[in-house]
């Protein structure tokens, strides 16, 4: 079909116009976490902003809505066609933004988040509590705003900008079934580890040089290609980039090799889902990775359903020994294992296991809700979190450091993100279940360093997809059923219980 | 005075827009060179075409064609007044340039370069040739075009993009006095030097994080700001990055560490004047650095004016013996001296002592005037290029790799920027000449490692200067004359044949 200077193609060529300025911005984000000098905050931020307000200003022309509206009715293939919709979806986004918001929120949002980076430190919630409030004035005011213009629910208006099409509804009822089992096999995990031999942590130091040759071991097994990515050193872990060129960081920790290797297998995760997407589309709205859901599923599809595998750390485990110069009891499998599958009622949420991290989601999104309901306030929130904590994991923060302030998003005025992690963890054990019952053998590759069919099935079934589907859709057309929560709970029970092994 | 809305404010706020996307691009461009993995060259080629095709619309918007006429009758300060000069500068250049021919010539210039690399690589003249003569022919066109819109004379349209006001007849009566000098002035240095001790290069190898140490040593002595910059490698060394971020690279040979360590004290004066730019005028044309002959002036004041002088050489040797664990007569200060001091008829440019170097561009300034005003072909180029070494330096290149294709300039479209390498060497002397005058022991100081007298009157005189005046104005304003050829050839009879001393 030819579409030459049809609605749709002037629809493409804004629409790479905007992505390639994402891309480039993409970049500058991370040479602001891993090379920036410290003093070039300030003018950073000047060329960032200013590239953010023209993508605004791109994205808010309302040339968009003729255009649209046109090639609606152009003969278009499905790719095209849900290419159009996912360009309306991030018109309609943005057009819902009042104008006379963004500057005042990007300043409240740079300045709590600032604040809150000081106030953690100190332990001093008063200091960071009027910034909040502001912040969480102008948060309630967009999602009012997206809310009307998109026609849902407030919170569900947030939601959207994360992972379009989700609802709060069906968020609730997964979130109930976990509720319901949860605690109770928390409980049951806790009690089976106890009888067990300890997890003990090999003793280090190890260097940061040979961590870093580990990584780019690891890396290499995982298939990530060195010709189009980076591995880098960043105070928080992170995956980003432009199309063709990812760079995921990590940190090292001297007395804890643990931490870093596995954060390098879930950010590779990430970052062959970005590898993957439909190069043919890449550019335009439809070829991007699909919402957070998704993306936390490839993450911890590598971390937690094949990284954290016996088969996995079966096989590392020499390799370990090699590049750390370990030897000894600690070293070895069992311990190993037992060590990357400890449970805990952990405090702080980007520590906890996979267990206890649901919960800790629940309780975000509990609060979050509230606060965006009007049903509590900001000034609630530091007893509301006890309370929670309490209530879903059992334990009470000794301060607020490891309580309310513990995550960043909320003073990033980052809310409807939360649901998201756990979102993407029942997501990824329901398309492991599935790329099992296709590659019935894929954990014994894996246990033999094996990673091709496993990437290839993804390739096929989630990356390459792009946004031809919603998010839900994707997960239907690759397992076969809805989301649900019986396969990650099925997982839980299986590698934490030994049930239906 | 109070200007708010203003059409002058109007003015500042288009022109900080630009400024700061400007300044973006030189991170882009950073870690194209340093950072970038191989296989993210399309992707970068993209983002930043995309950002260079929105700066030249922001560029060419009809918008300023009011507001320049109405912020001229405003009540402006000098800086102000000049940020006008320099605004309706860069919108008489932007609008100059025809609209249909900027695609046609990005795409001829990255064609042309890219051919350049490989054709240089197996000495192919030929499949370059038809290249360079479709970019030459947008070129020309171009040089056209600006010269109509701007009322210059052809090469002069040119020159003007690199050094604003610079005039061809200027330059001639500046080369023609040195053509009368440096021929004979080359030979008798040659002579002296041939009854001097050989300068003996000392043996490697000198490993690169030795270099590095060594050259981030010195980077430190010359007050580089490394809360505001970094010191990395790429294979073409050169300062970049963005207002507040300065950037320098170098390149480690194994073999000889002679030229890293002087790459890194003539890239360290490039980054010092983008340092020193005045504050108040960030992301404002008046705040830029003042031209390329104005740059290359900085660099090499610190290269050639300070870096080599005998002063310089013995505060640094015990350091050079330190850090590269050198030990012998070749590492003696008399040695070192005459290893800085060489000279030589050299066939290549970039390996040029300080004699030889204008002569180097004379050669190229003939050519490429005459190429642009029709008197010779592309295809004249090879051999017209042997006859004007011959003619100038007095030896024939054996090949075109170390002729005609040894720079990358021409093949990238740039005609009109040679003449700033010369003209800068001689702003240097200038420019030093007047500082020995303001502090008279500045050499003493150098050679005690103390350069920040040296770097405070640079901030004054130059450096904060900004674009206040044009080129010629601030080298009159800071050395008292207009730009001449005296200082230079004093310079070089000093240090070359001890005249003066």
Redesign the interface.
């Known amino acids: 079909m030819s579409l030459t200077n049809s609605a749709y193609t002037e629809l493409e060529t804004r629409a790479?116009?905007i992505a390639?300025?994402d891309?480039?911005l993409g970049?500058?984000g991370w040479?602001q976490e891993v090379?920036?000098?410290?003093?070039?905050a300030?003018?950073?931020a000047?060329?960032?902003?200013?590239?953010s307000k023209?993508i605004h200003e791109m994205q808010t022309d309302e040339a968009w809505d003729e255009l649209l509206k046109t090639a609606q009715g152009e003969d278009l293939d499905d790719w095209q066609a849900a290419n159009v919709r996912e360009i309306a979806y991030d018109y309609a986004h943005a057009t819902a933004l009042p104008s006379k918001l963004v500057e005042p929120m990007t300043l409240a949002r740079a300045d709590c988040g600032h604040t809150w980076r000081k106030a953690r430190h100190d332990n001093n919630w008063e200091a960071v509590k009027p910034k909040l409030e502001k912040l969480v004035g102008f948060v309630r005011e967009a999602a009012k705003a997206k809310s009307d213009a998109l026609g849902l629910p407030l919170y569900d208006a947030l939601l959207d900008q994360y992972d379009p099409g989700r609802k709060s509804a069906q968020i609730d009822a997964l979130f109930a079934e976990l509720k319901a089992e949860l605690p109770q096999l928390l409980e049951k995990v806790l009690t089976k580890q106890a009888s067990e031999p300890v997890a003990v942590l090999p003793e280090g130091p190890f260097p940061v040089e040979r961590q870093q040759a580990l990584s780019l071991r690891i890396m290499e097994m995982l298939k990530f290609?060195?010709?189009?990515?980076?591995l880098d050193i960043s105070s928080h872990p992170f995956s980003g980039g432009?199309?063709?060129?990812r760079r995921i960081t990590t940190r090292y920790d001297e007395d804890d090799f643990t931490s870093s290797l596995m954060g390098t297998v879930h950010e590779t995760g990430h970052a062959q889902y970005e590898a993957g997407r439909p190069k043919q589309w890449a550019?335009q709205p439809v070829g991007n990775s699909r919402g957070m859901t998704l993306h936390e599923s490839q993450s911890l599809l590598f971390e937690m359903q094949a990284g954290r595998s016996s088969e996995f750390i079966t096989h590392i485990a020499p390799m370990l020994r090699e590049e750390l110069g370990g030897s000894g009891p600690h070293w070895e499998v069992d311990n190993l294992t037992r060590v990357y599958q400890k449970v805990d009622r952990s405090l702080i949420r980007v520590d906890a296991d996979e267990i206890t991290y649901p919960l800790h989601v629940m309780l975000r999104y509990r609060l979050e809700r509230q606060l965006m309901d009007g049903e509590i306030e900001v000034a609630d929130l530091p007893t509301a979190w006890m309370e929670a904590m309490d209530d879903l994991i059992g334990i009470r923060p000794p301060s607020d450091v490891d309580g309310v302030m513990q995550d960043i998003h909320w003073y990033e005025g980052i809310f409807g993100y939360f649901p998201t992690y756990t979102l993407g963890a029942m997501t990824a054990a329901q398309i492991f279940a599935s790329l099992r019952k296709d590659v019935p053998d894929v954990l014994d590759q894996i246990g033999q360093g094996e990673w091709s069919n496993l990437l290839a099935w993804l390739r096929t079934n989630v990356h390459g997809q792009g946004c031809l589907h919603s998010p839900d859709g994707l997960i239907e057309a690759a397992t076969g059923a809805p989301l649900s929560t019986a396969p990650f709970l099925v997982h839980l029970k299986q590698r934490y219980l030994g049930e239906g092994c």
């Open positions: 790479k116009r390639a300025l891309d480039a970049i500058l040479d090379m920036m000098p410290d003093a070039a300030e003018g950073r000047t060329q960032m902003a200013t590239m023209i290609d060195f010709e189009s990515g980076r432009a199309t063709g060129d550019y």
